[in-house]
């Protein structure tokens, strides 16, 4: 019999198993195959803060989202057309977000008795008729992957692995995406252990062929090639792409990469992906704790680096102090906070947007320093080059605000050509900058920066440090008039940063009805709700922040436009409550903190709420 | 890359080019004029340029000791130095880097930094300035403060058991381990040139007197008069000999080290040498420091060879650069499955 292959623009998959049963490596190989298929794509994972949390629980259950369709896509997906459950906890935590009508594919063998029991099933779903209303295939995947690699000289623990490929396989068919990439990854992987990389290979054409063959498949779907703007592209993480930002930085400004860190979830990947850069002239330094980490990044920048600190909440709490310190001593350093859910340890491997106030705010005194917010996965690479770039030119630290689903999540990254990304303009003085009087160390350029004099230049010796200093002469003063001044150069010095923000683009309508205002990874969600609300005639628009310190300087004129703002926020009101300071107005808002990211119906419904 | 030697001669810096404008502000009679004093008498002599002297401090009195070097300086936070100092050194490991720390900021508030610092055997020189007190805020006890300490947060005398600082720092596995009395211009000047000299993380503890708020705290070893019964300045290979007529030594006894005359029944050939590569004759010298049964020991207690991290990482970046080729952008951009939109 023919199969039907049906044509349809979009569709969101989840993946979910046993923390052990190797999802995130399946969703990862799915998603590479259907960036190079071309399709636009978005990815989230969702996993559990225990490595190995006890098999078959509700605990345990691991996932990966991802969207893909032939027009732009803007966030990892609603609600999953498609679930993968590959044991009956999984089953059982994701069930509820699955389409009305969508399709389950579950690995039957996983649901014992046992098992059934400890995800709190009463009777085995795949056969009581509880799924009526979804299409079920079930499949006995742990049989079929034993029966297919019967010679194989894998033990049977190590062949029972395979079954997420046999899944996969299945998906590569339902989806008509290549297996050819995979097979070259598997190989590749596995190259000092070929029997595991052609069991695995074995394994994904078996669950291919199946979908091909067996009768219980009918249908297969094909999504066309996204309409992206030309060129070449890759998928990429947005902790990958904090750290490609980074090094691009670094290069155009012809400096050396100084990264000071203490491992932390949901940021170590920068540390990683830094570490393995020796050959670009990375030094990586893995401190003793986040402290030693941010401290060792000022020491780096003092003497010359672009200096770097990545973490998340609880780190970024250690490393207020120091904060301090790189502001009244107006040295340049990148902060990254991957943010995640808090307080304190809070959700590790959750997102929010909670740390906003503490980026703006959260230190001794008055203590300004600026803050950009990537929106999504290649965004963070922007936003990494502009942090470095600011920082340098303003002699000021910045903050970069990345979050968990950013910086696990990913999508494609349009690659750029590295000779026509901008050089970054750096000038340290030299013995000629010695005036009659010596060197002047907190002299000001026209933006109020200080010169970056670094030791070892013959002449300039001087003396900074976290005592308030002299303007100009950098003596240490505890004079009043020259704190007050200080104090408003600093502030200054931040708020001369809005001239390089660009004008504010709106998506939609420059004036109207509604303007929803977001800041950071919120984007995605806002975009598809207001897209699909102006689909229904809504006077609705986009306004997305990228500096969330200093705002944009066209930010009052652009609201003015709109009779009603609402702020949708991963967190409790915290941009809310800033832009209510800034424009004397009031603000609609929704807010979640469950440590997902919002849905865009969620948004949407909250449009239709205030406009209907 | 580790510092560039220059020719002394050719450098030709003296006392007067280490010495700012500025005027000192410690309590006239503290401890730290004199440390600081041999200090700019001692670096000019190192065949280090002077722009590429690096001093990074905490906080506390001893802290402020960079302002009063012309050199380059950092003034941090309480207990940072060594952190910050670290980054310094491995942005440009051509920097003859100092830290000057105090024993509430290195070893309470900045104690995890201080044991990393040595462990890590990053190439600098980190100065303690012990006077068991907490001096910039007026006088609390510190975690050098003897059991019993009169203080004005510990009334009726601490109960709290102290740090031997150098104990700590071998216990840490630092690789040069130097101990000075603020009095001693001599002892300080050789800690000084022997930490600048080494390569891997230095650490000298000097005793210092707080004239204010601890005066007297080493007064058997800093009183001239009865110092030489009470101090042991040990030398690389030679017997540990002390006294006033140099009459005393160090013998081992049941496992421990034990004072006898010189003389009729034990001549020099019985006494302990010191060995600065033996981390057991360190050991050693540093359980004398608390008992009372025993002379205070000083001088460079430990000096062994071993990587530093800063060498190691230049290595590392070369070995790996020589292996994969010096990245490019292009090359990092294209590392993943790349597709093309046309
Ligand atoms: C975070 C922080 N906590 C507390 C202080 C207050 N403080 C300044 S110096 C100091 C102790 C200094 O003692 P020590 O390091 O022994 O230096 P000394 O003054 O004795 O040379 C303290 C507690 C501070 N500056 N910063
Ligand atoms: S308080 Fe003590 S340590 Fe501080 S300057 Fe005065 S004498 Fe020196
Ligand atoms: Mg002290």
Known sequence: MAKKVISINEATIRFAGDSGDGMQLTGTRFTEATAIVGNDLKTIPNYPSEIRAPLGTLAGVSAFQLMFGS?????????????????????????????????ILANSNAFTTKNLKMAGWETNPLEDGSLEGFTVFSIEMSRLVKIALESSDLTSKGIERTKNMFALGVLFWMYNRPIEPTEEWLRKKFESNPSIAEANITAMKTGFNYGETTEIFTTSYAVEKADLPKGKYRNITGNVAVAYGLVTAAEKAGKELFLGSYPITPASEILHTLSSLRNHGVKTFQAEDEIAGIASAIGASYAGDLAVTTTSGPGMALKTEAI?????????????????????????????????????????????????????????????????????????PVILLSDGYLGQGSGPWQIPDPKKLPKIEVNHPDSSDRGEDGFMPYSRDENEARPWAIPGTEGLEHRIGGLEKENITGMVSQDPDNHQLMTDIRARKVENIKQEIPPSEIHGDSKGKLLVVGWGSTHGAI??????????????????????????????????????????????????????????????Q?????????????????INEILG | MSETKVDIQDLNLTRKDFVPGNEVRWCPGCGDYSVLANMQKTLPVMGVKKENYAFVSGIGCSSRFPYYMDTYGFHSIHGRAPAIASGVKLANPELAVWVITGDGDGFSIGGNHMIHALRRNIDMNIMLFNNRIYGLTKGQYSPTSLLGAKTKSSPFGSIDRPFNPSAVALGANATFISRALDVDAKGLQESIKRAQRHKGAAFIEVYQNCIIFNDGEFADVENKSTRPDNALFVVHGEPMIF??????????????????????????????????TNPIITNLLLEMTFDHNNPTPFGVLRAVDAPSYDDMMVEQIKEVTKVKGKGTLEDLFYSGDVWEVK
């Open chain 1, 71 to 103: 027009q732009r896509v803007f966030t990892p997906g609603d609600l999953p057309d498609t679930l993968v459950a590959m044991n009956p906890a999984a089953l059982k935590v994701h069930l509820r977000d699955l389409k009305k009508g969508g399709t």
């Open chain 1, 324 to 396: 301090g310190l790189a502001i009244i001593t107006e040295l340049p350093l990148v902060i990254v906070n991957v943010q995640r859910g808090g307080p304190s340890t809070g959700m590790p491997t959750k997102m929010e947007q909670s740390d906003l106030l503490q980026a703006v705010h959260g230190r001794n005194s008055d203590a300004q320093i600026p803050v950009i917010a990537a929106k999504d996965p290649a965004d963070c690479f922007e936003c990494a080059f502009e942090a470095a770039r600011v920082a340098m030119k303003y002699m000021t």
């Open chain 1, 527 to 588: 975009h598809v709700a207001i897209d699909r609300a102006r689909a229904k005639g809504l006077s609705v628009s986009q306004l997305h922040l990228r500096w969330v310190s200093p705002f944009p300087s066209d930010i009052k004129a652009i609201c003015d436009e709109f009779d009603e703002i609402l702020i949708p926020e991963v967190n409790s009101g915290q941009l809310a409550m800033l832009l209510k300071g800034e424009l004397a107005r009031e603000i609609h």
């Open chain 1, 590 to 606: 929704l807010n979640i903190v469950r440590g997902e990211p919002f849905r865009a119906s969620e948004i949407e419904e909250k």
């Open chain 2, 243 to 276: 006294g006033k007529e140099q009459d005393k030594g160090i013998i081992m006894k049941d496992n421990h080290p034990k004072v006898v005359h010189l003389g009729q029944e034990w001549s020099e050939e019985d006494l302990l040498v010191h060995d600065e």
